[in-house]
């Protein structure tokens, strides 16, 4: 098999991986924060709940980081087309996110009431706002987005902000918040104390797998009447490519392709459903760890699902369908991929390993008395 084509395939696993570990990881922490002003009724849950995440929330954004990244360096054509033609929505994530380390450092800061209630609101919006936007990018990208290109690969954005805000990808934001709100939740759970805190969590928590798997379901049917996109001619998927040499066309449930020509992939949406089904029972019956691996599960599922229906497509046009960016035709050179490959190799085991680590040192039930004698607490 063609070198170039092996390492394409590779990368657009491991992006799949780094979308995941953000939804799983950073989702964890931005459900917390999402979940603050309610499981928090008194200023002592509230600082028990950033306490709970403290030492992984910054740690976690290394997941941006690598996700980011690994689309600037490995798909290059999708990042400059994606990061300038929607440069609002990054814009609005960019300020979102910067809310939350200010939140985490200055909310403790002053004793006054009012003082911590405005980083206690700036962590929920910090929370919320950019796990919707992560849902409604990947809902955009099923449903396409408008672009095109010069013939020089100058991209062009022709659609607007609110464009973005479409029904199909607003619910796909709730549903990425709900997966963030199960697993905030779910690690509240397993840290807290037994008490009021805990049995909001775990309620938070229940109700957010629950929205989830309704509205993973919806999803599904839904795309059944969006249009999909089938690559009808292209240059073989090993040599270099440009989207100015390739024919696509749009399909009625044309994201069903894949599925047809391989029925194991079906195996990815029931992993979904397997994982929201499992978290949920897992919940019930109090236990904390099993229901986090199973919200992993669920993270997979759904991201592993938008993945095989829409490859090797990655950012569909919906105004040239034909100059649609795929795994083909955005990818960087093959030395390039090589290269990165073996940096991968050494960097991504690394991050699982000492997130692993802060995982088993600060394992625990996080107490008031600790959080109120350590003059260090959030």
Known sequence: MELYLVFKV???????????????????????????????RTDTERRIAL??????????????VLGGGAVFAA???LYATAFSGLYIVMLLLLWTMILRPLGFEYRSKLPTAAWRNVWDWALVVSGTVPMIVYGAGVGNMLRGVPF????????HYTGSFVSLLN?????????????????????????????????????????GIAIAFTLFTIGGW???????????????????QT?????????????FDNYRAVPALWLVPALAYLGMTLGFFALRARRATLAWWCGALAWIGVIGTVGVSMFPFLLPSSSHPSQSLTVWNSVSSRHTLIWMAG?????????????????????GKVKAEHVEADPHAY
């Not at 989207?243 to 994201?255: E, N, Y």
Request: aromatic fraction near 14%; proline fraction near 6%; glycine fraction near 10%.
């Open 343 to 363: 940096w991968a190799a050494i960097f991504v085991p690394a991050i699982v390993a000492y997130t692993s680590w802060a995982f088993y040192i600060m394992r």
């Open 148 to 155: 095109h290109f010069d013939w020089d690969l100058t991209s």
């Open 243 to 255: 989207p100015l040499q390739q024919t696509a066309v749009l399909v009625s449930a044309g994201w």
């Open 75 to 77: 798909f290059p054509l």
């Open 51 to 64: 306490n709970i995440v403290a030492p992984h929330w910054d740690g976690n954004q290394v997941w941006f």
């Open 167 to 207: 029904p199909f990808a607003v619910m796909c934001g709730i549903l990425s918040l709900s997966l963030a709100v199960y697993m905030g939740g779910v690690m509240l759970t397993g840290r807290s104390e037994p008490g009021p805190l805990q049995a909001r969590a775990r309620r938070a928590a229940t109700v």
């Open 10 to 40: 590779l990368w657009w696993l491991v992006l799949g991986v780094l979308l995941m570990g953000l939804g799983i990881m950073v989702g964890m922490d931005m459900g917390v924060g999402a979940l603050l002003r309610y499981v928090g």
């Open 222 to 240: 839904w795309t059944i009447h969006l249009n999909g996109y089938r690559l009808v001619q292209a240059p073989a998927p090993g040599l270099a």
